[in-house]
């Protein structure tokens, strides 16, 4: 065969192998991790079985002087050492790590395994949490009644991460509205904006899926569709994008593009009984600037919604059904001044997160409340059931801004090369602790709890790094193995030959004795 034909005859051999990728995800599976595990352990064991033969080969006499000196249990724990270590650094976390992936599929695969909240909650309240949900300083109210009395078409909600936006509209205001005979429609721009908005009206009144409805531009079916609502009564239709931010720092600005000028473009020919509610954090107002809207005028087309004080804080605290002296209070209100980044102002997803550690973790109030969080979160994704596999999912749910992405079951199997029921499995583990929720779609698509969550969870999965142990423990077993081999290849003859001299020197001392 030419050289020509042999470089042919490898292409074609890689040509129909597994690529790279492929063998790399593999590796990243639990079968292909044990796979190699089994083929290190075979390949430990073949050479410890041969190192046997040739020590009883070629130095039986040596080995039975040894059982002669140090005895039957010393010879034995000496010879079956390599086994032993082998055994319990490589061979048993691999038998741990499958008794727990055993574990991890019974209690959470085909069951009920939604976080079930309490008092406090990682993620927003929703309409069905309405009797439930209250917000302590009326700002329910203010919002509700500045969206019925407003005049302007494109209103602006914005607000610090964390300080109860979208509860507060899913819980209490919108269900309001829809009482009053608004029409309500909420998305959230994923994937194409125009297309995202297209879908929510569709799935919002079935005749637009017509044609030529569903043909229509997106401006065309928001007028068909309040045209068609305003023959039957006077409210109005009132599209809510929430977490508008995504649209901000997810989207290039070409991206952009298009729908800021549809937006632009129902300012300035709005669409009477048409409100559209965009809802952003604070932190990313400047970028609003930045597409050409209509400037935030406070009270007229902008809320901004506000944290507790303390009062208010302390009141919601209270009502978890924790009984907190006035010494607890002012301690955990210290700790949580060092959190927030305005002392005296509290927003409810940190009082949620400080309560549900309180009561999850059974933790009095001393000590930092920062360190309580870090220490809850760090908990549920290094000690849970799905801790094999809950850091890559984990990282695959947050962008690099820092924020939770949403992702379906099938996405994050494909990026993180686990099996779908591994990555079903992690995710309903991290719901019952309530670090991710599952979204109301057709496709099973689950998001990080919250951006204040997203936020910490990414910084710490980069600074949860491998335990010593952890990154030694795969090179124990091959170095006792290799160790064991060079000593009983190097030290068994020089120790026969210790012993032979010494046996001498003693011989002819005896004999000195003898002589005298």
């Known amino acids: 065969m030419t050289l020509l034909d042999t470089k042919g005859f490898g292409d074609l051999i890689k040509s129909v192998g597994p690529t790279d990728e492929h063998r790399q995800t593999f590796g990243r599976t639990f079968l292909g991790s044990l796979l190699g595990q089994a083929t290190i352990f ?111 078409s494109l209103l602006y909600l914005s607000g610090a ?17 829809r009482d009053g005979g608004w029409m309500v429609i909420e998305t959230r721009l994923i994937a194409d904006p125009i297309e995202s908005i297209r879908l929510g009206l569709f799935a919002a009144d079935s005749r637009l899926t017509r044609k030529p409805a569903a043909e229509l531009p997106l401006r065309d079916l928001l007028r068909k569709l309040v045209e068609a609502r305003s023959k039957k009564c006077d409210a109005p239709l009132l599209l809510v994008i929430d977490q508008f931010e995504e649209f901000l720092i997810l989207y290039s600005e070409e991206e952009r593009r298009d729908f800021a000028a549809f937006l632009s473009d129902l300012f300035k020919n709005p669409i009477d009984e048409l409100r559209i509610l965009l809802v952003f954090r604070s932190d990313y107002r400047p970028l609003v600037f930045k597409l050409d809207l209509p400037p935030l005028v406070a009270g007229q087309n902008w809320q901004e919604l506000a944290p507790y004080d303390r009062g208010e804080a302390t009141t919601f605290l209270q009502s978890g059904g924790r009984e907190l002296s006035p010494q607890a209070i002012d301690g955990l209100f210290r700790g949580l001044d060092r959190i927030e980044d305005a002392p005296g102002m509290y927003r409810p997803i940190t009082l949620n997160m400080v309560g549900l550690v309180l009561e999850r973790m059974g933790r009095t109030l001393e000590g930092d409340p920062g360190r309580l969080i870090q220490s809850y979160l760090t908990a549920s994704i290094t000690t849970s059931e799905s801790r094999d596999f809950a850091k890559p999912v984990l990282a695959q749910m947050i962008t690099d801004a820092g924020t939770k992405e949403p992702r379906s079951e099938a996405e994050l199997a494909k990026l993180t090369g686990f099996d779908l029921w591994q990555v079903k499995a992690t995710l309903a583990d991290l719901a019952q602790n309530g670090l991710v929720r599952r979204l109301e779609a057709a496709t099973a698509v689950w998001e990080i709890a919250h951006d204040f969550l997203a936020r910490i969870i990414g910084q710490l999965i980069g600074r949860l790094k491998p335990t010593v142990l952890q990154r030694t423990r795969p090179l124990v077993a091959p170095a006792v193995l290799l160790g064991w081999v060079a000593l009983a290849a190097l030290a068994l003859p020089y120790w026969t030959t210790l012993q032979e001299r010494t046996s001498e020197t003693a011989l002819r001392h005896l004999e000195h004795v003898l002589a005298e």
Request: charged share 20%; glycine share 8%.
């Open 42 to 152: 075979a390949g430990m064991m073949l050479i410890y079985i041969a190192a046997i033969v040739l020590l009883w080969k070629y130095a039986f006499e040596d080995l039975r002087a040894v059982y002669a000196v140090v005895g039957g249990v010393a010879f034995w724990s000496i010879v079956a050492t390599p086994v032993i270590v082998i055994l319990l650094f490589s061979m048993l976390p691999t038998a741990w790590r499958a008794w727990r992936e055993r574990r991890l599929k019974k209690t959470t695969i085909g069951g009920d395994v939604q976080f079930k909240p309490g008092y406090f909650r990682l993620y927003p309240y929703s309409a069905v949490d309405r009797e439930a949900f209250k917000r302590l300083d009326g700002a329910d109210g203010a919002i509700l009644n500045w969206l019925k009395s407003t005049e302007a």
């Open 161 to 177: 991460s964390g300080v109860g936006k979208s509860s507060l509209l899913g819980a209490k205001v919108l269900p309001q509205l």
